[in-house]
């Protein structure tokens, strides 16, 4: 079992940056892939960026250029360093990891909310 805490959110000003951080404890060794997804309010849970054990990133659209993925095993955390935030990148921001291949984040936190006003 792993268990995944995000933490990092915040309200900010358009323009602003944040750093979410998200700790992962349980059977940490198991933990291939690692990701960060996003539901605004009133949409549904989309994709933002995701990282493998080995390092290799990949992120949304929406993400390319303003958001960055990073990983520090030792640690078993995984960080969304997040620039130039626009209104539209209002969400709750969940972390995931993949245990078992056969589920991909099939592991969750519980979200952490960021607030980007005009």
């Known amino acids: 079992q792993v268990q995944l805490a995000e933490s990092g959110g915040g309200l900010v000003q358009a323009g602003e940056s944040l750093r979410l951080s998200c700790a992962a404890s349980?059977?940490?060794?198991?933990?291939?892939?690692m990701g960060w997804f996003r539901q605004p309010p009133g949409k549904t849970r989309e994709f933002v960026a995701s990282?493998?054990?080995?390092?290799?990133?990949n992120y949304a659209d929406s993400a390319k250029g303003r958001f960055t993925i990073s990983r520090d095993n030792a640690k078993n955390t995984v960080y969304l360093q997040m620039n130039s935030l626009k209104p539209e990148d209002t969400a709750v921001y969940f972390c995931?990891?993949?245990?078992?291949?056969?589920?991909?984040?099939?592991?969750w936190g519980q979200g952490t909310q960021v607030t980007v006003s005009s």
């Open positions: 349980g059977s940490i060794f198991s933990i291939q892939s």
């Open positions: 995931a990891a993949t245990v078992d291949i056969a589920s991909p984040f099939g592991s």
């Open positions: 990282i493998t054990r080995a390092g290799r990133t």
